[in-house]
């Protein structure tokens, strides 16, 4: 007697976001990026459509960032001042499927920088590579609403990936995205109830924005509480897989920004012998923190080491080979 | 829950005269208002005495499609305007109703199958409504297994188990509730369920509080779907309300405006 296959079947799927613009789309991309589109949960194939590859974006700031560990001298101290050719190495030597730039300057505590300056930031980057583009703010809600409209329209038919919205701000990121045609990252606090809440919000400002949403549940690095995380990930998964129109967005994590904070990745080897190595260490850290976002779900992976991109995107090969039966 | 909306049925005053003057602008705003309000379906009935069921049923749904992309639930016992109807419906619709009745079962199933619709089967036979629900149960099971014989799944079949008004027939109540948990373990997939909820609260004081109490209490039961007045707001925020508290979607401080646009997107 044959053996029935038990199947989950699922309702609806993930929605899709197309990242950056090639000439022909009015941008100066080199090739865009579609994320998301998936109609089963992670990697089983056999139960419905994976039709795009997770992808890694590697960060760039747009000053010397003095707090990284020193291990990362190595890899960028050469280019640290240069965010142009800190995003060129990325791609070209370190393999990065996109870069995310982080608009740190403008922080009114560090360099102050102006909405121009930012934009000049953006530009450069652009020129610099042909992959498509995440630009994060500062982090202070205020001066990033005067930063974003700047950008949004320097910007304009880039097709970028804007963030970040959030509950408390939102309209003037997502004013600048209407405008300006790009997409944005809408950011809940490990949160699913706000994170759904988030977009409908957005989706009242804008209803085709809907499709330009993705959503950054915000998470903890490996040993800090990733199983949160991973848990407001699984529900807004199924949640999409179920027809919850609200959640059915694909999904961003800055893993490098939260793992290359912990105390695991930092320690040197002489403050803590058993653990051994601390660069290998921190990279293991990136890597593992990274493969268990995947599990749940994690469409842009958001790192910082090179090696552990690596690891990572053989971990993406071997989970994207076929498993249907 | 599925909402079935109730308005377009020529029992109520104003959609008799539109059907009899063939006036379809209360029809289509009847049918906008339900959609927007959240209704999934839009039920169709041209009322009792109509001179011209056939003729009637096909105009209602011209009209009503020509501003709703919703699908239609085909109300009538006249089974030759059901499939007049279903022969212009642009998307896949549900017949209502037929009873336990051999005859009729052949009937509508095989329409169903012809035109891949939904049925809702009444827990009812030649003899009436079961007092009790094991006899419900009974002839929801004679439902299914009909419906299977045409290859209508069951989980294609909407099964009714009658609700009669409070007033008059209280002991049916509990009954109800019971012949919807039950009829679940029939086959596998079950069939789902529905219910006429006005029904409930015909001749009552209070029928607002009645219908949603009741539409709540059936929810917690398993209820799949309910034909019901889609622009009654307590009760599609009640709906909302118990489908958060089922757990069968997930809360957000919006979570009735998204209930009622979940029809749309």
């Known amino acids: ?66 707090e990284w560990n020193p291990c ?33 300057s403008a922080d009114p505590d560090l360099k102050d920088s102006s909405p121009e300056e930012c934009a000049a930031a953006v530009k450069k980057v652009l020129a610099a590579v042909g992959v498509p583009l995440i630009v994060l703010g500062c982090g202070k809600a205020e001066k990033d609403a005067a930063i974003f409209p700047v950008v949004a329209e320097a910007a304009a038919g880039e097709n970028l990936l804007l963030g970040v919205a959030e509950l408390e701000n939102y309209k003037a990121i997502t004013s600048a ?28 400002m804008s209803t085709a924005l809907v499709d330009r949403i993705v959503i950054d549940p915000t998470i903890a690095a490996l040993g800090y509480g990733i199983e949160y995380s991973y848990s407001i990930m699984e529900r807004a998964r199924n949640g999409a897989l179920q027809g919850d129109r609200m959640l059915a967005m694909p999904m961003i994590g800055n893993v490098g920004f939260e793992v290359w904070r912990t105390k695991e990745a930092n320690i040197s080897a002489e403050e803590e012998p058993g653990w051994g190595d601390q660069e290998e260490r921190g990279v293991l850290w990136e890597a593992t923190t990274a493969a268990a976002y995947l599990q749940a779900g994690m469409n842009i992976l958001v790192m910082r080491h090179p090696r552990a991109v690596e690891l990572v995107k053989k971990n993406i090969d071997d989970l994207m080979c076929d498993n249907s039966y | ?74 109300d009538s016992t006249k089974y030759d305007a059901i499939e007049a109807a279903l022969k212009i419906c642009k998307h896949p619709a549900m017949i209502n109703s037929v009873p336990a009745v051999q005859a009729k079962m052949e009937r509508v199933f095989a329409m169903a199958a012809q035109y891949n619709a939904e049925v809702i089967g009444l827990a009812m036979s030649e003899e009436g409504i079961p007092k009790d629900a094991d006899a419900r149960v009974a002839l929801a099971a004679e439902l299914v297994a009909n419906a299977m014989a045409f290859d209508l799944p069951p989980d294609r ?38 219910v006429g909820l006005s ?56 979570y009735i405006d998204v209930f009622k646009k979940s029809n749309r997107l």
């Not at chain 1, 949960?41 to 960060?59: D, K, S, Y």
């Not at chain 2, 959609?35 to 041209?46: F, K, M, P, R, W």
């Not at chain 2, 099964?159 to 209280?170: F, K, M, R, T, Y």
Request: proline letters at 6%.
């Open chain 1, 72 to 104: 990362f001298k190595k890899y960028y101290g050469d280019v640290f001042d240069d965010p142009g050719a800190w995003a060129k190495k990325c791609v070209e030597q370190y393999g990065a499927d996109l870069i995310l730039l982080r608009l740190v």
């Open chain 1, 1 to 66: 007697m044959a053996v029935e296959i038990l199947k989950e079947k699922y309702r609806s799927k993930v929605g899709q976001v197309v990242l950056g613009a090639t000439a022909a789309e009015g941008g100066t991309r080199s090739h865009t990026i579609t994320v998301g589109g998936e109609s089963a949960l992670p990697f089983l194939h056999f139960e419905g459509e994976i039709p795009n590859r997770p992808v890694v974006a590697l960060e760039v700031w747009d000053m010397a960032p003095e």
């Open chain 2, 1 to 74: 829950m599925i909402i079935i909306g109730e308005r377009i049925n020529g029992m109520f005053k104003d959609i008799a005269r539109a059907i009899k003057e063939r006036d379809p602008r209360p029809i289509q705003e009847w049918a906008r208002k339900q959609e927007a309000n959240g209704a999934h379906y839009l039920d169709i009935n041209v009322g009792p005495g109509s001179p011209d069921p056939v003729g009637a049923m096909q105009w209602l749904v011209e009209v009503t499609q020509e501003v709703s992309e919703l699908p239609l639930c085909l």
């Open chain 1, 177 to 204: 995205c209407m405008a300006h045609k790009h997409n944005l990252i809408a950011q809940s606090p490990i949160d699913i109830n706000i994170c759904k809440q988030l977009n409908i919000l957005i989706a009242e």
């Open chain 2, 157 to 194: 079949l909407f099964i009714d188990p009658l609700v009669l008004p409070c007033n008059v027939a209280q002991d049916h109540g509990p009954e109800v509730l019971r012949t919807l948990r039950e009829v679940k373990l029939i086959s596998d997939p079950p069939p789902k369920t529905v």
């Open chain 2, 199 to 254: 029904n409930v609260s015909q001749g009552t004081k209070n029928r607002e509080l009645i219908n949603r109490t009741f539409a709540v209490m059936a929810m917690a039961n398993g209820l799949d779907a309910a034909i019901v007045d889609a622009c009654d707001d307590e009760l599609m925020a009640a709906v909302a309300t118990a489908r958060i508290l089922l757990n069968m979607d997930i809360y957000c401080d919006s």
